[in-house]
């Protein structure tokens, strides 16, 4: 079910303005991709390309290829709805949909989609995405609250409960944790551990710690030069990047001397 | 280093013209109080002493306090706290100038028209009756009726508008055009409004129409601007995080709009809604024009005009009268409908309040 990513070429616009440029990788399926680098050098707009949310703001276009599975994400008979129900994906900032309950929220995605399943089957569904995403225990008695009433890090926890009951073949994670307290982030970090033998995990991060701990490869974004679009210094497994990286500009940047 | 250190020092325990010290003088709590007796006191004396009225009293009063409490606090607390206290001053002041006319007016309107409330008022119309006697009903129905078929009308139309201007215009050259046009017709004069129905009706009907849908469509020239204005700042204030996060389980944009967009802005549309409806219940010359006046209970909008309760204060008012008591009969009516009329729009806001924060997303804590 999980699936491998092949970007190739990949350059990013908004309007004119070219943002990243000349991106090449493989996101290999049942692992987990981590992207560094320092603000504005285009590591969430890459991810966010890679379920075709990057154009839903306006004037956002992409040229060169991104390829799931054999199938070429930017063709223009993709629909691109499609493409996000088999990618999900997780934002910086909690989500919750304010009108919906705990249970109501985890079933957004089937909800809102009017897929009509019967109650035993969205009970269990709940509780599996719950469990999944380590929030059943927090809320299992009180399912029916409404969703903005958890604190941050439960409702991060909700949002990837969200994400996880679509059941996609991917998932994407934009700073997960970066409004979150210390406990709330080791949580969330032994979910993608264990969500990793299901699902292609890609995760944008801040924290070098964080991509050392989660991550089996990691990609450094940086920009070529004030001004200049950003792109893509170095991918590799995240052990040699941590410990014999390949660029300079990694090892400065890894290592605290510049960024 | 060690100068940093010794000019912390000296900060802290010597007194520096620069770093006044936390603790200061206070006008006691009652002073504003205290201050007020003493200026109504003195100027009611110097009123007294030259034979002014009660306004000058008031006002003269008003400007010695507004002088002394400053002057007092200045003295004792400092510039900024006086300043302070003359602005506060000034803040109730115009909050009570811009309450007078409100509670003037409802304090008219109930001593005038409470009187005409009766079992007859509420129950009966003004079919076969000659000055004095009979009811508003049928013009509460018809208000009712006609307002109810504008907001019909109007609110569809202005959430569909406000949708497309925000979720699809995003600022393209349709949606320029079409804010712009909005905001001319928030500018149409309601008599303008009545006069469009009527040469609406005039092309359709023939001469000199009488009917009560074209009143509700003339009310509903009026009342799509306002709700496109509220619906659209609503759904502006839609954080677009829940939008993307809607995209991202895979909904479609439609979707979205309708399951997620509408209603976490519900609580702020149906207030904005009930608002422009509360704001066109009292429009009297576009129903003049064209749904006319009527006698007697009309329940059937598409057939033959409606009186309302604008029309029927407007008509009350000014018409004349075989006999002088006829004359203060048809007055007291056309007060006890301008309070059946206050009431309705009243009730109409505090709905709107109620409404609101039932549809407004909940925390839960």
């Known amino acids: 079910m999980a699936k491998s990513i092949d970007v190739s070429d990949l350059n990013i616009y908004y309007g004119d303005f070219l943002a990243v440029e000349g991106v090449n990788m493989t996101v290999k399926a049942r692992s987990v991709t981590a992207f560094i680098g320092p603000s504005g050098c285009g590591k969430s707009t890459v991810l966010r390309s890679l379920n075709r949310m990057h154009e839903v703001i306006p004037g956002a276009r992409v040229e060169g290829k991104v390829v799931v599975d054999g199938q070429s994400l930017y063709d223009p008979s993709v629909d691109p709805v499609a493409v996000r129900r088999q990618i999900g994906m997780v934002f910086q900032r909690p989500n919750p949909f304010p009108t919906m309950s705990i249970y109501d929220n985890v079933l957004a995605g089937k909800k809102l989609n009017a897929k009509r399943m019967s109650k035993s089957d969205a009970d269990a569904l709940v509780e599996k995405s719950l469990r999944g ?5 927090e809320v299992k008695d009180r399912l029916g609250k409404p969703g903005m009433g958890l604190s941050g890090g439960q409702q991060q926890r909700l949002c990837i409960a969200r994400a996880i009951a679509v059941e996609p073949d ?24 264990e969500l990793k033998s299901d699902y292609t995990i890609v995760i944008v991060t801040h924290n070098m710690q964080q991509a050392a701990r989660v991550s089996d490869e990691t990609g450094f974004f940086n920009l070529k030069a004030t001004g200049q679009p950003g792109r893509l210094v170095e991918f590799n497994p995240t052990k040699k990047m941590f410990t014999n990286p390949e660029n300079e500009a990694t090892e400065s940047y890894i290592s605290g001397r510049f960024g | 280093m060690a100068d940093l250190d010794d000019k912390t020092l000296t900060t802290a325990t010597t007194a520096d013209p620069d770093r006044p010290p936390l603790t200061r003088p206070q006008l006691p709590a009652a002073a504003p109080y205290i ?3 003493i200026s109504w006191g003195l100027s009611g004396a110097i009123a007294l002493g030259l034979g002014w009225g009660i306004a000058g009293w008031i006002v003269v009063g008003w400007a010695i306090f507004l002088v002394a409490l400053p002057a007092w606090s200045r003295a004792l607390e400092g510039g ?24 003037a007016v409802s304090w008219t309107v109930i001593e005038r028209g409470a009187p005409a409330f009766s079992v007859e008022f509420f129950t009966s119309d003004q079919s076969g009756v000659i000055g004095i006697g009979g009811g508003v009903l049928h013009a509460i129905i018809g208000t009712a009726i006609i307002t109810l078929v504008a907001t019909l009308i109007s609110v569809p139309i202005g959430i569909m508008a406000a949708v497309y201007l925000v979720e699809y215009g995003k600022n393209n050259r349709m949606s320029r055009i079409l804010t712009f046009l909005v905001d001319v017709m928030t500018g149409i004069p309601s008599i303008v409004a009545g006069l469009f129905a009527l040469a609406l009706f005039t092309l359709l009907l023939g001469p000199l129409p009488r009917l009560a849908v074209g009143g509700s469509i003339a009310l509903s020239v009026l009342m799509i601007p306002i709700v496109v204005r509220s619906t659209e700042e609503m759904l502006k204030l839609v954080p677009d995080e829940l939008r993307e996060g809607a995209y991202a389980l895979g909904v479609p944009k439609w979707r979205t709009i309708t399951k997620v967009v509408i209603p976490t802005a519900l609580g702020g549309i149906v207030t904005g809604a009930t608002l422009a409806v509360a704001r066109v219940a009292g429009e009297t010359a576009p129903l003049l024009l064209i749904a006319g006046t009527l006698r007697s209970i009309n329940t059937n909008p598409f057939d033959g005009g409606m009186q309302t309760l604008p029309v029927l204060i407007f008509s009350e008012a000014t018409k004349g009268a075989a006999r002088p008591e006829y004359v203060v009969a048809q007055l007291e009516r056309a007060w006890g409908s301008a309070l059946v009329l206050i009431i309705i729009v009243m009730g109409l806001n505090l709905l709107a309040r109620v409404v609101g924060a039932y549809f407004s997303p909940k925390t839960g804590r």
């Open chain 1, 133 to 137: 995403a380590n929030l059943w225990n």
């Open chain 1, 170 to 193: 991917v998932l994407l994670m934009d700073e997960p944790c970066s409004a979150l307290d210390p406990i709330s982030t080791s949580a969330i970090e032994d979910l993608i551990h």
């Open chain 2, 35 to 37: 201050t007020a007796a």
């Open chain 2, 80 to 103: 900024r706290k006086a300043v302070d206290r003359m602005v506060t001053i000034l803040v109730w002041t115009t909050f009570a100038i811009a309450m007078m006319p409100l509670v």
